[in-house]
C-alpha cells in the first residue's frame, strides 16, 4: 500500500497596482487561482482604491504604488499602471525581491526593458510580460507560416478575428 500525504504549501500573497481599466481584471483572475490570496491594491484615485476593494474583499488599498512594492507581506506584485510607470514600479519590486507579473509594455524603450531583463537574470524572482494572446492557436499558425515563408514577404499586416465569448449570460470575460 502506497499513502500519499499532502504536502500544505504557503499562499501566495498578491498585490495589484493600478486600478484602472486591466488592474481589476487581474484582481478577478488572481481570486480564481488557487492558492493566491489577493492582500492590497494601489491607485492614485482613493475612491476607486475602495470601490474595488469592497467589491473583491481585498484587505488593504494604497494610494502610491510604491508603498504596495514595498509592503513586505506581498509576494508578487501585478503592475497595471500606465506605461511610464511600468519600468520604474518593476525596477522597485525586483529590488524588493518580489516576483513581477507586468501588463505590455514592460519598458517604454528599448535601453530600459534591457536593464530590467538584466535586473530579473541577476535576482531569483519570477517576472513575466502579460502577452495572452501569444500562444493562441491562430497566433501560432501565423507565425508558423511567416517563418515557413507561406505568405511571402510581409510589408502590411492587419487582422480581425471573431471570438464567440460573452454569447452566453453566463459567460465570463474581462471585456
Not at 525586483?94 to 513581477?100: D, E, F, I, L, S
Request: with cysteine; charged share 25%; glycine share 8%.
Amino acid at each position: 500500500m502506497v499513502t500519499v500525504t499532502s504536502v500544505a504549501r504557503p499562499r501566495i500573497r498578491a498585490g495589484v497596482c493600478g486600478m484602472g481599466f486591466i488592474g481589476p481584471a487581474h484582481v478577478e483572475a488572481l481570486r480564481r487561482v488557487e492558492g493566491v490570496d489577493v492582500v492590497a491594491i494601489s491607485t492614485r484615485e482613493p475612491g476607486r482604491g475602495r470601490a474595488v476593494a469592497e467589491r473583491f474583499g481585498v484587505p488593504r488599498v494604497y494610494d502610491a504604488h510604491e508603498a504596495l512594492v514595498d509592503d513586505p507581506s506581498i509576494d508578487v506584485v501585478h503592475i497595471c499602471t500606465g506605461n511610464r510607470l511600468h519600468a520604474p514600479l518593476v525596477r522597485r519590486a525586483v529590488a524588493a525581491g518580489k516576483h513581477v507579473i507586468c501588463e505590455k509594455p514592460l519598458a517604454t524603450s528599448l535601453e530600459e526593458a534591457r536593464d530590467l531583463q538584466r535586473l530579473a537574470a541577476d535576482s531569483r524572482g519570477v517576472y513575466a510580460v502579460n502577452y495572452q494572446y501569444r500562444y493562441y492557436p491562430m497566433i501560432q499558425q501565423a507565425r508558423w507560416m511567416v517563418r515557413q515563408g507561406a505568405l511571402g514577404r510581409l510589408r502590411v499586416i492587419h487582422g480581425h478575428y471573431i471570438q464567440d465569448w460573452l454569447s452566453r449570460p453566463t459567460d465570463y470575460n474581462w471585456r
